[in-house]
Structures are given as C-alpha cells and as structure tokens.
C-alpha cells in the first residue's frame, strides 16, 4: 500500500552552519546577518537538538547524522536535498546547483542511515552528472510528491532543470506537475517547498505565487486527489508556511497519526482560520522554532526533514 507520509527521517546536525553566499543569489529568502564567530553555529545546533527532541516526543523515528567541520557545508542542515529514500528500495542522489552543496553528499551518511532504520538500497538512481552540464534537481526542494497519486509537483527555477524532472519521473514512475511560481519581486522561488506541502488529508500551498496560466491546472490537478486544499497568502510564504512537511506515528489512543511539522515563524503568521483548517486535518501540529536557520540558511523544518521511505 503507498503511503503519502513515513515515520522515519534523517537530520543533519551542523558544524559549521552559516550564511551561503554561494547560494544567496537564488534564494532570495536567505538574509545575511553579522553576529560574532561561532554564534550563529551555536544557535543552529541549539534549534537542531530540540526539533530532534520534539519530533521523538511525537513518536518519530529520527536518524541523526553528524555533519564534518572539514570541508565547510554552511547547509548540510538540508539534506533533503541531495537525498531520498524511496519504498521500493530506490536511493536517489541528486544534482545540486552550488559546488559547496556537493560536498554534502557522503557515502557514510548513507551507510548509517542503512544501518539505522534497515534500509536495503535495491537501486541507485545517480543523477550528479548532469552537474557538469549546469543541470540540477535538488531532492524535495524541487519535488514536492503526491506518493499516492504518483505526481511530482515542481516549480521551474535555476534549481530544478526540466530535463532532470523527466528524467527522474521516467525513472521513479510519477508523472510531471511543471509550473513557474514567483516571489514578491517577481523572482523564480528557488524550491517548490516552500510554496506547498503535501499531507494524508490537505495540500497547503501559495496558489497566488503561481503564474496565472499555470494555476487552474495546478489546483485542479490537486483538487482531483480529493485533499483539502488550503491556499496561503504571500505574506505566509514569506513565513515558511508553505515549508510543512506532514510525518506518520503511532499513537495508543489513536492508532495510526500523523503529525504536522513546522516552524514557530509559520505558525505565528498563519491566519487564524487557516490555522484551523490545518490543524484539523491531522492529529498534532507541531511548531518547532528554527529562525537561526530559517534566517541564514533561507530554509526551514521542511527543508531539514529527510524522510526515508521504508
């Protein structure tokens, strides 16, 4: 049976987490600040630890790899991005548009995450080479899934090369979702995550950010899942409400949960009533405070999230 969401994920604890200026000029959501040296490591890995604590105290099982000081990857906190872990035994690499975001691929990290859940890796889909083209698809940055209906949502960008998308839908037996969503300035955002989320029940997703002959089809093609759809303003996306990621437990009163993970930043800007709506298509919302991370890394708990498919 496919499920839309898992109970496992990965999480990367930082060592030398930072402002990318490698990767500023596309994510226009990074914000640059001077704090001292070391602070902003500090503050990163004090938000890590207890967003691990949370997501365990709801019953989700967490692999927590540890990143290397040497070389520098001021976002291994994202390894959601050059990563997946599929149902069918499929291992996805991906191609990652800045050079400093390739050294986060490591073999060993896969290795633990094996050794950690008993992940069997049947096959390996190897997309890296088109890096040396200037194609990229960065993981579930650029793919936001429906597992159940088997279409991977993405929005163009200097991020998510068309080409790549066809060819890992070709691969993984999804179909294609392709549109051009903007920000306020009328910039490409740089991942579809942070424009819409996917869970069992609900898609929330900044429907006003997509262009306007892509949008009917967009949300006809969710609504045709029979989710609730759920549209957030601009000034939510701007707040990583769009940057949600819903994961599966278990609970003795209830049985079979799932719990709606996302930021503190999130929560505090979403409307009331879309609130509500959220929250009542699942059974916990969880709000866990990043704004270390969500400031300098131009990300949020989405992004963090790494979710290995057993």
């Known amino acids: 049976m496919t499920t839309q969401c898992t109970d496992t994920v990965l999480l990367v604890r930082p060592a030398a987490f930072g402002f990318n200026p490698d990767t500023a000029a596309t994510n226009r959501m990074q914000r640059a600040a001077a704090l001292p040296p070391g602070v902003a490591q500090a503050r990163a890995c004090a938000e890590f630890d207890a967003m691990v604590g949370a997501l365990r105290s709801e019953g989700i099982e967490v692999c927590v790899a540890d990143d290397t000081r040497e070389p520098a990857k001021p976002d291994a906190v ?6 997946s872990w599929h149902a069918d035994g499929t291992l996805v690499l991906y191609p990652m548009c ?5 050294l986060e691929r490591r073999e060993e990290v ?5 050794a950690a859940t008993g992940f069997v890796v049947k096959r390996t889909l190897d997309l890296t080479a088109h890096e040396r083209h200037g194609r990229y698809l960065e993981g579930t940055g650029s793919l936001v899934l429906d597992h159940v209906e088997r279409v991977a949502y993405a929005c163009r960008s200097a991020r ?15 179909s294609t979702e392709l549109f051009t969503a903007v920000d306020r300035g009328g910039a490409p955002l740089y991942h579809t995550n942070v424009l819409m ?17 892509d949008r009917p089809r967009v949300l006809a093609r969710l609504a045709s899942s029979g989710r609730e759809i759920i549209e957030l303003s601009l000034a939510e996306i701007e707040a990583f409400a769009g940057n ?12 079979d949960s799932g719990v709606i993970v996302l930021s ?11 609130y509500a709506r959220l929250a009542a298509c699942s059974d916990v919302l969880l709000p866990v405070p990043v704004p270390t991370i969500e400031q300098l890394g131009g990300g949020s708990v989405r992004c963090m999230l790494a979710e290995v498919f057993r």
């Open 244 to 255: 949600l990621l819903e994961l599966a437990t278990w609970d003795e009163a209830l049985g």
């Open 160 to 174: 998510t090369d068309e080409r790549v998308l066809r060819e890992w839908c070709e691969a993984m037996g999804y």
């Open 264 to 274: 503190a930043t999130a929560r505090a800007r979403l409307a009331p009533e879309r």
């Open 197 to 213: 989320g996917i869970g069992r029940h609900f898609v929330a997703i900044g429907a006003g950010c997509i262009d306007e002959s």
């Open 78 to 83: 994202f390894p959601n991005n050059w990563v």
């Open 110 to 114: 896969v290795q633990q995450v094996a």
């Open 98 to 102: 800045a050079p400093n975001r390739r």
